[in-house]
C-alpha cells in the first residue's frame, strides 16, 4: 500500500520555526517530484516547495523564499520542509504529495493532479 505520512505540524508563534516530514512507504522516490502543497481556508491549494528526486533540483514559492528550505533523504525514503521566519499567513495544512516525473514543472502547475498525498498536518502561526 502507498503511503505519504506526514508530521511536524503545530501551532507557533511569529517568528518561530518547524520542520515537517514526509515519510514514503510502498513506493520509493526515483522518479517523482516530491512536494509540499499546502491549503489555507478559503484559499486553492498552493505547492510552496518541490524537490526532483531526478536532479535534486528544487522550487519556492516567492512567498516562502529564503525562509523555507525542502530536501531529502532517499535512504529513509523521506522528504522534509525545514520552515523558518514563520508568518500568519502561512497558516495553512500542509500536504506532501508526489507526482510521476522528471521535473517538478508539472506538480507546481497542477498540484491536484499528484498522483499521491499524505493526510495532511496542520501549521498554525499566531501573531
Known amino acids: 500500500e502507498v503511503q505519504l505520512v506526514e508530521s511536524g505540524g503545530g501551532l507557533v508563534q511569529a517568528g518561530g520555526s518547524l520542520r515537517l516530514s514526509c515519510a514514503a512507504s510502498?513506493?520509493?522516490?526515483?522518479?517523482?517530484?516530491i512536494g509540499w502543497v499546502r491549503q489555507a481556508p478559503g484559499k486553492e491549494r498552493e505547492a510552496v516547495s518541490c524537490?526532483?528526486?531526478?536532479?535534486?533540483?528544487?522550487y519556492y514559492a516567492d512567498s516562502v523564499k529564503g525562509r523555507f528550505t525542502i530536501s531529502s533523504d532517499n535512504a529513509k525514503n523521506t522528504v522534509y520542509l525545514q520552515m523558518n521566519s514563520l508568518k500568519p499567513e502561512d497558516t495553512a495544512v500542509y500536504y506532501c504529495?508526489?507526482?510521476?516525473?522528471?521535473?517538478?514543472?508539472?506538480?507546481?502547475?497542477?498540484?491536484?493532479?499528484?498522483?499521491?498525498w499524505g493526510q495532511g498536518t496542520q501549521v498554525t502561526v499566531s501573531s
Open positions: 504529495a508526489a507526482r510521476y516525473g522528471s521535473s517538478w514543472n508539472n506538480l507546481v502547475r497542477f498540484p491536484n493532479l499528484a498522483q499521491y
Open positions: 510502498g513506493f520509493t522516490f526515483d522518479g517523482y517530484a
Open positions: 524537490i526532483s528526486s531526478h536532479d535534486g533540483s528544487t
